[in-house]
């Protein structure tokens, strides 16, 4: 018996499966979807089995060394999604299997030496990578030999967890009234009579030494018990009643979960307007008819409030998968899936290739956020990969936003998609938007980054014991330039982006087409001096509004802060418990706004995103004012937006405050049409890397070159030039751009590129969907 196995060989000049023979034991045994491991070279690696057959066309052909597997990891749905990844996104399709799987369960490629004899006992509980070359090699030969044994190393081993249970014994013991975080255990414990230690730890904000002085003087008990790694075991004590659904919310469930529907649906609705309702009640239904689910979210939207409306809908049987699980938690929740134990899976990007077997819904929610595409190998959008897996399964997708991306809006204008509008927010209207102008800020001499009406409102939040969010827009940070008096961003006379500043250089470049301009020493427009590049940090901001509102208490959260695990939730908790009056943070606090006492919202630098060097510039900071604004006032007060630029004219600022989707659109797709840029066309992303720039921008010029041989109406090569990141960890980079009208022979033609490339040693990535420049 023979196995056609993919190997994952970093940088091999082959892309296809390699034949091994099977040894006796396993005969029969070995199935595709296995993980197995195989000698190639010098090495042992991991590989998977993508087929199985009775004879191989080549005469000398190595042994499997071992079977990682009881069952298949893969099931035939993956393995077939592996080769359209691998095809469609130019990548091995070594990548692609291995970007499917928990990082537990990619056995690392080190192994340990276990021996029991004399003679090999110097190598006995090391690690195979610690020898030279031609030891390793004897290594591998003693190994099969069967004188030593070789243990794959993985990351983390599976072990049982453990968690305090904590009881309440006697609360009238007396507590210091100053011993504040005691007190309030003990209070939530005459509440709640019991709790484990990761419950309270977050939603209290205790270290153990508090529980530990408590069970000293008697007020409670702690008791070490095992557990089964589940992170949200908490979340499924509560009882759960079905919404009565509005008119637009149940004709979309009822289209959505019409029989037999394989339609993809835009699920359009403000914030607030009941998508997620839409997604529970078609989730049911088709959980009703024995079929499962996938509910794909972006990784900050995955909050614990959030997982709680699923978790209390349906209990147990669902899986959430995201990056703050740890390792072991991860591979928890996958084998969960894999095993058959839930229906319903909730996750970020990765989870879109959740090993269900009869799927019959997958869901994007927020189809417009930037992490459903993955900037490594294989670069997939998210929304592909659901796709291809619900024609696999027969079965609808609902792509849910409030700002759609347009390509997605055009697909359901050409009713390539079904357009399922909410047309109202649930249960009352949206909030004010204020738009200030900073340059009226200006003339009344106030340099700060707060305008005057957010400061007044600010300190009126706090004397009302309101809270208030400050969105810091700071993606555009110090490239783009701006002129404060008219508020013009300098443009690429050819392709309608704004151009970047290079410092260095101290000129402006356009990375879309190579245009170049010197740095101007006055406005293009109106000749003022006040012309400069852009941008401020959130630590500055911070220092600054201190000083403003002496008396505010302010919790920062941005890549600083947060860096830890659980930060992110921790600070979130923290102003969720009103312990500051003010949110400050980049766009990660987001979800910060759905806490019902925030009753303000502002967004610093409404515009830094207008000056990102990317088409999709607009489309961006409309998607983020109008999120922002529909989420002040969640709760029971009213809400009020205050949204701060230099360009409030701009038809993005007016059009996001009438929260207008429709005129943002048309105008939009004007510009996108006069600039070449989709969804008019679709766009091939060459990256060119090597260690001397000369080499790069002749490597980049040779494949500019080779490709013009394409060139059509339908077919532009733009390049080479400087990419973005011209120059990244001491590598120079170059870029070829490839616009076209969807031509297969352009994959042809870059797959070829790549190959010859690789062989060459030198550096180059395709990416077939650029989405984030
Ligand atoms: P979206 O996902 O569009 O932001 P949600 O589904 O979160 O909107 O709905 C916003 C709020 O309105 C939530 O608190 C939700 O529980 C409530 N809601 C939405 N639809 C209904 C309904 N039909 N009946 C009762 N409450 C609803
Ligand atoms: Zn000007
Ligand atoms: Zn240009």
Redesign the pocket.
């Known amino acids: 018996m023979i196995a056609e196995v993919i190997v994952d060989v970093a940088a091999a000049t082959v892309d296809r499966p390699f034949d091994y023979e099977v040894p006796e034991l396993w005969q029969n045994l070995v199935v595709p979807g296995m993980r197995v491991e195989v000698p190639f070279g010098p090495r042992a690696l991991l590989g998977i089995v993508v087929a199985t057959k009775e004879e191989s066309d080549l005469t000398r052909i190595k042994p499997i060394v071992r079977v990682l597997d009881e069952v298949p990891t893969y099931t035939e749905e993956l393995l077939e999604l592996s080769s359209y990844l691998s095809e469609t996104t130019l990548c091995y399709q070594a990548t692609a299997l291995l970007a499917m799987l928990p990082a537990a369960l990619k056995v690392s490629y080190d192994k340990l030496i276990l021996t029991e004899t004399a003679r090999f006992s110097h190598w006995n509980r090391k690690k195979i990578s610690q020898f030279p070359s031609e030891v390793q090699q004897e290594i591998l030969l003693a190994a099969r030999q069967g004188e030593v044994e070789l243990q794959p190393v993985i990351k983390e081993k599976k072990t049982t967890k453990t968690d305090k249970r904590i009881r309440l014994l006697d609360p009238s013991v007396p507590l210091s009234s100053q011993a504040t975080k005691q007190v309030l255990l003990r209070d939530y414990l005459i509440e709640q009579k019991e709790t484990m230690w990761s419950q309270v730890m977050h939603e209290l904000d205790l270290t153990l030494s508090i529980v530990h002085t408590l069970e000293r003087k008697g007020v409670l008990s702690v008791e070490t018990v095992d557990i089964n790694r589940n992170p949200y075991e908490h979340l499924t004590q509560d009882i759960f009643t079905p919404?009565?659904?509005?008119d637009d919310?149940q004709a979309a469930v009822d289209a959505i979960t019409a029989p037999d529907e394989t339609a993809t649906f835009l699920l359009h609705?403000v914030?607030?307007?009941?998508?997620?309702?839409v997604y529970l009640e078609s989730i049911h239904a088709m959980l009703e008819r024995g079929r499962q689910a996938i509910l794909l979210v972006p990784e900050i939207s995955l909050t614990p409030m959030m997982v709680k409306r699923f978790k209390r809908r349906f209990g147990e049987r669902v899986a959430v998968l995201h990056s703050g699980l740890s390792l072991g938690e991860k591979y928890d929740e996958w084998r969960k899936i894999a095993q058959g134990e839930v229906d319903v899976v909730v996750g970020a990007r990765s989870a879109v290739f959740a090993p269900l077997t009869n799927v019959g819904i997958i869901i994007l929610d927020e189809e417009h956020e930037t992490t459903y595409k993955q900037e490594e190998n294989p670069k997939y959008h998210t929304r592909d990969v659901a796709t291809w897996r619900a024609a696999f399964h027969h079965c609808p997708v609902v792509l849910g936003s409030a700002t759609p991306i347009l390509e997605t809006y055009a697909r359901s204008q050409k009713g390539v998609y079904q357009y399922l509008p909410l047309k109202e927010r649930?249960?009352g209207e949206l909030p004010p938007v204020d738009i200030i102008d900073m340059r009226k800020e200006l003339e009344r001499g106030n340099r700060t980054p707060f305008s005057l009406p957010l400061i007044e409102g600010i300190k009126q939040r706090i004397e009302r014991g309101e809270q208030t969010v400050l969105l810091l827009n700071r993606r555009g940070y110090t490239t783009f330039v701006l002129c404060r008096d008219c508020g013009e961003t300098l443009q690429c006379p050819h392709c309608a982006v704004n151009l970047t500043y290079h410092q260095q250089a101290d000129r402006l470049k356009c990375h879309y087409c190579g245009f170049e301009a010197a740095m101007p020493k006055e406005c293009p427009s109106c000749s003022s001096k006040k012309i400069r590049q852009f941008g401020t940090g959130t630590q500055k901001i911070e220092e600054e509004l201190a000083h403003l509102i002496p008396e505010a208490k302010i919790i920062r959260m941005d890549q600083d802060t947060t860096s830890r695990k659980g930060a992110h939730e921790k600070l979130l908790n923290a102003f969720e418990r009103r312990e500051g009056n003010i949110l400050l943070g980049t766009q990660m606090i987001a979800k910060g706004l759905d806490f019902p006492n925030v009753t303000l919202v502002g967004v610093i630098a409404a515009d830094a995103t207008l000056g990102i060097p990317d088409f999709r510039a607009s489309e961006r900071t409309f998607q983020l004012i109008t999120q922002v604004s529909g989420r002040a006032g969640r709760g029971e007060l009213a809400g009020q937006s205050i949204i701060q630029t230099y360009n409030p004219e701009h038809y993005v600022i007016q059009t996001a405050k009438q929260h207008d989707y429709e005129t943002f659109y048309n105008r939009e797709m004007q510009l996108r049409k006069l600039g070449g840029h989709p969804p008019f066309w679709f766009l091939g992303l060459i990256t060119i890397s090597a260690a001397h720039p000369l080499e790069a921008q002749a490597e980049a010029e040779a494949i500019a070159a080779q490709l013009r041989h394409l060139e059509s109406d339908d077919l532009v090569v733009n390049g080479p030039l400087d990419a973005p990141l011209a120059r990244l960890k001491n590598m120079y980079r170059q870029q070829v751009i490839i616009k076209h009208k969807g031509q297969e022979e352009v994959r042809e033609a870059l797959r070829a590129m790549l190959a010859l490339r690789i062989k060459q040693k030198i550096q180059v990535t395709v990416d077939l969907n650029p989405f984030v420049f």
């Open positions: 919404a009565r659904l509005t919310q609705g914030t607030g307007s009941g998508k997620t309702e649930f249960g």
